[in-house]
Structures are given as structure tokens and as C-alpha cells.
């Protein structure tokens, strides 16, 4: 068992910065694979990047591609989302999820646990 618990949303303007942490608990998290989903209003969850066990093999959606940097920390149990150069479209609910085995660009029903997610607004 994994729980996963997402922190560090917030509102921001256009072009700025925002950091999501997310916390896992369990022993195991060395051995998941991680991600981050985004989900806006009215939309489907959509995959956003992921990072494999060890800290390697990054894959990102293109629309975040240059932006996102997926990142993560075995010691301390947490895997972060960096996003530079935020744009309106980034307005979501962001979710941490975590997978045994290797990262995959989603889909959502790929991956076993989920956080409660945390909220992204991104005013023009």
C-alpha cells in the first residue's frame, strides 16, 4: 500500500512558477514508478509526466515538455513537479500517482494510487 499526498498548488500569473511536492508513504517507494496527472474542469484526467524507480527515464506530454521537470527523492519519499513559464492552460487539479514497475506516459487505470490532488490556477 502506497498513500500519496500532494501539496504545494496555489494561484500564479502567466510566465511564473510553482513547485508540487508530493509525500508517499510505505517502504516501497523506491520500487514505484511516479506521476503526475492533471485534470481540468469539465475534462478528462490527463497524463503529465512521470519518473521511473530510480529517478530515470523522465517522460513528459508534450504541452509540458521545456517547462515540467518531474523529480524525486528515494530517501525522503517525495517526488516533485517543477513548472516554469505557467500558462492558463495549466489550470488543473494536479494528482500524484504511483505504479509498480516502469513509468508510463498513463493511462490513468495503469496506475494504483492516488493522492487527493492539488489545485493549479494560472490567471492571464
Known amino acids: 500500500q502506497v498513500q500519496l499526498v500532494e501539496s504545494g498548488g496555489g494561484l500564479v500569473q502567466a510566465g511564473g512558477s510553482l513547485t508540487l511536492s508530493c509525500a508517499a508513504s510505505?517502504?516501497?517507494?523506491?520500487?514505484?514508478?511516479m506521476a503526475w496527472f492533471r485534470q481540468a474542469p469539465g475534462k478528462e484526467r490527463d497524463f503529465v509526466a512521470s519518473?521511473?524507480?530510480?529517478?530515470?527515464?523522465?517522460l513528459y506530454v508534450d504541452s509540458v515538455k521545456g517547462r515540467f521537470t518531474i523529480s524525486r527523492d528515494n530517501a525522503k519519499n517525495t517526488v516533485d513537479l517543477h513548472m516554469n513559464s505557467l500558462k492558463p492552460e495549466d489550470t488543473a487539479v494536479y494528482y500524484c500517482a504511483a505504479k509498480p514497475g516502469p513509468p508510463i506516459r498513463g493511462p490513468v487505470a495503469a496506475y494504483n494510487y492516488w493522492g487527493q490532488g492539488t489545485q493549479v490556477t494560472v490567471s492571464s
Open positions: 519518473i521511473s524507480p530510480s529517478g530515470r527515464t523522465p
Open positions: 510505505g517502504r516501497t517507494f523506491s520500487s514505484y514508478a
